[in-house]
């Protein structure tokens, strides 16, 4: 899964990159050039922990999560052209976004308004849609001339353009850019959206603003970017101390399946134990070729156990004795939790 932190200057994208990703400090590349920087993280998933246990001996492969942020102008703001036209570069192949807004009052740009920054980012994403949209209609007119059939491209184009027109995001009418024929555009607005709200230290409240069309929730930014390079004990009494409860890695990600409908399968191979993430209701057999196109293409039957059930069984062999370990075909919807062992044929 990968995730791009987007987000005005100053916001606090570099100081919640950091806090995830466990880093400190910014990236400065040379010349002075905004430029993006990965970070990727394993997916907390105490049930990996658990089948590592059970199976010890192997190696224990979490789920992994990337992030980007667009990195080079420490603690100045950038220049909004700059950082949407790098944003435009960088973060389309990014599979949702994480929205930071500023809840804090800044030294620089003073008071918050977390509400009027989220709008202003958000109108950035329709703009540029927009003028994809626009360009994309001009090019079919012109064909249409010629004598090309454009029908249902044109059609759906010109939803997408009254939908931004009316400053909605594309995410408003997800089943638009969906359709087969706009497969081909990545639009920034059609994007899932979770929405960061960055508190300053003592602050622990969700502003009671809307967020139009994301999910929202709050994270003490730079308590946060300090917790991630405590040791594990003091990072506990810390945590004790500002009441807060589960890290915001954990909460964030957890947050990011919800939001992009995305759930874990197990497999257990004879070298490791290993967390896949799938989009939630694949079939057996494309869950497969997450592994490897051959498991695809051979594939037989999937057997698979729940989770719960083999925690409960206590170990394999229980849980076929009593009888939760099922045979599963093709087409059997993946649930979450899921170890499936694959039998295929190539
Ligand atoms: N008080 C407070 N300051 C923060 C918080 N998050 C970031 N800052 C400060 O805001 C400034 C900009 O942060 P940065 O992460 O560089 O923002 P970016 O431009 O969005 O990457 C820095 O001086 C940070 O120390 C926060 O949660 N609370
Ligand atoms: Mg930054």
């Keep these: 899964m990968k995730l791009g932190i987007v987000g005005l200057g100053r916001s606090g994208k570099t100081t919640i990159f950091n806090a995830l990703t466990r880093r400190d400090g ?3 590349p ?3 050039q905004l430029a993006p920087v990965l970070g990727v993280v394993p997916v907390p998933d105490p049930r990996v922990d658990w089948l590592d246990q059970l199976y010890h001996g192997r190696k224990k492969v979490n789920a992994q999560v990337t992030y980007m942020d667009l990195q080079g102008m420490s603690g100045g703001v950038e220049s909004r052209q700059q950082y949407m036209s790098m944003l435009l570069t960088h973060m389309r192949p990014m599979d949702a976004f994480m929205t930071v807004v500023r809840n804090f009052t800044d030294t620089v740009l003073g008071a918050p308004d977390p509400q009027r920054d989220f709008r202003e980012l ?5 703009i540029a849609d927009l003028a994809t949209v626009e360009k994309r209609l001009e090019k079919l007119s012109l064909e249409e001339k010629k004598g090309r059939k454009v029908g249902v491209e044109k059609e759906l184009l010109e939803a997408c353009a009254r939908l931004l027109d009316a400053e909605k995001p594309l995410r408003a009418q997800l089943d638009l850019t969906r359709a087969q024929e706009l497969k081909g555009f990545t639009f920034l607005s059609a994007k899932p959206l979770l929405v960061i709200v ?3 230290d003592d602050d622990a409240a969700l502003p009671r603003v809307p967020f139009d069309y994301a999910e929202a929730m709050v994270v003490r930014g730079k308590l946060e970017m300090e917790m991630a390079q405590l040791s594990e004990e003091e990072a506990e009494a810390f945590r004790r101390d500002f009441g807060v409860g589960e890290s915001a ?7 990011s399946y919800a939001l992009l409908n995305l759930v874990t399968f197990f497999t257990v191979g004879e070298d490791e134990v290993k967390a896949w993430t799938i ?4 079939p057996a057999q494309e869950a497969a070729g997450v592994i490897h196109s051959d498991i695809q293409r051979g594939f037989i039957r999937a057997e698979v156990v729940a989770y719960d059930d083999l925690r409960a069984a206590g170990d394999y062999a229980t849980a076929r004795k009593q009888g939760t370990v099922r045979l599963e075909g093709k087409t059997y919807r993946v649930k979450d939790g899921d170890i499936i062992n694959f039998r295929f044929n190539v």
Excluded: K, T, Y
């Design 198 to 200: 960055n508190n300053g």
């Design 26 to 28: 910014e990236s400065i």
């Design 249 to 255: 890695l954990d909460r964030v990600i957890r947050s």
């Design 122 to 126: 958000q109108d950035e994403f329709i």
């Design 279 to 282: 989009p939630a209701g694949l």
């Design 30 to 32: 040379p010349g002075g």
